[in-house]
């Protein structure tokens, strides 16, 4: 059956550095885009970062620009999600997302992923 397994969650003081995992298991065909959306306490969930696996082409929310960095390894069909100089306001629980279907939907529209991880925790502390 296949599923995003997501790793690497926890808690940092203000200024640390996270680095989130997320691994494809048991999928049969071919994953298009990955990405990676975060749902602080109390808000709606929102795109993070994405990776799109036939041109290797990163996107990233200006709210995380310059400290989170997205990335796919293909051989061990993870993708993962550097985070540096974490501030209490990139706290909540971080969903990885894969896309099996080529679609138009912009990187950070959940339509254009249809599978999710269950979600990890990131808490930052000042």
């Known amino acids: 059956q296949a599923q995003l397994v997501e790793s690497g969650g926890g808690s940092v003081q203000v200024g640390g550095s996270l680095r989130l995992s997320c691994e494809a298991r048991?999928?049969?065909?071919?994953?298009?885009?990955t990405g990676w959306f975060r749902q602080p306490p109390g808000k709606e969930r929102e795109g993070v970062a994405a990776?799109?696996?036939?041109?290797?082409?990163?996107y990233v929310d200006a709210s995380v620009a310059g400290r989170f960095t997205i990335s796919y390894d293909n051989q061990k069909k993870t993708a993962y999600l550097e985070m540096n100089k974490l501030t209490p306001e990139d706290a909540g629980t971080y969903y990885c997302?894969?896309?099996?279907?080529?679609?138009?939907?912009?990187?950070?529209?959940?339509?254009?992923?249809?599978?999710w991880g269950p979600g990890i925790q990131v808490a930052v502390s000042s």
């Open positions: 997302a894969a896309g099996s279907q080529k679609n138009n939907w912009g990187a950070f529209n959940e339509r254009k992923y249809n599978y």
């Open positions: 048991g999928f049969t065909t071919s994953l298009y885009y």
């Open positions: 990776f799109y696996l036939s041109n290797a082409s990163t």
